[in-house]
């Protein structure tokens, strides 16, 4: 009879690389966030989405073509990466919406429900075994979420809609990118994505276009692209360095991140009961990503498996 033993994680350079790189990542989005909250109210919304396209989507192109070529445009299914990219686009479109109404701690908190919800829709549309204490875990994430939209509440308004279609599109968009990545190179999903995005809100600008003579405007507007580009990129380099199991209780710190630009640009400190909410969201998130990381941490070789 032997011994149960605990998962063994080495914290090898490569995996604190990816962790570093993911945190870095993640504070260039709530740095996003932040900015665009702040951007919106005096620049049209379609204005924001395409500038932060373009330049995520020139940038791109400038790093990846030399490194790749025209192999990176080679897809298997072209379809499906345009449909995936215009999920993305819609989902920023609507985060966008969001932060005009939503203080940035709150709506980053909300937004970290995604993948809580595609636990719940993996098991339903994909077929994937879904424990018991994943389902408490969802649970506790739609708590949380309650706790800061309230219903029936003053802080509750018909606006509340935005965030949570906003979840439910980034819920779709991450079972899109699950079900592609096992044959497309993420350097090409991301390629698609930029620029499908970029493409869509340049032919929206038509209805969407104003004036803007403030070139202090025009530079924090480059920021928002310039960190969305910087922050992908940090992305996608932070997970070929780790494994993924290994890189999701990390992705929380998002929300801490952006409670500190709320309250650095906007004064703003969440309530007792969204500081609840936020807590329990993050709590169930971190729950979630170290019960991945358990799972997936390959077993100690024993007398039984050893190889020989």
Known sequence: MTTPRLPNIQATPSAMAGIGLLMMAIACFAFMDTLTKQVTLSVPVLMVIWARYLIQAVVTTLFILPKTGRTVLITERPLIQMVRGALLMLTTLLAIVSLQFLPVGEFSAIVMTSPLLVTLLAA?????????????????????TLMIVRPGSDAFSWVMVFPLLLVITNAAFQLLTGKIAQTEKSMTTHFYSVWTGAVLTTLLLFWGWSAIDDMYLWFEIFLIGAAGAIGHFLLIVSFEKSPTAALMPYMYA?????????????????????????????????????LTLVENTPKQAGASDRAD
């Open 124 to 144: 339903r549309l994909l077929g994937e075994h879904v424990s018991n204490l994943r389902i408490v875990l969802v649970c506790g994430g739609f708590a949380g």
């Open 254 to 290: 998002q929300i801490g991140f952006a409670m500190f630009g709320g309250w650095l640009l906007f004064d703003h400190i969440p309530d007792h009961w969204s500081m609840l909410g936020i807590g329990l969201i993050a709590l169930c998130g971190l729950a979630g990503g170290i």
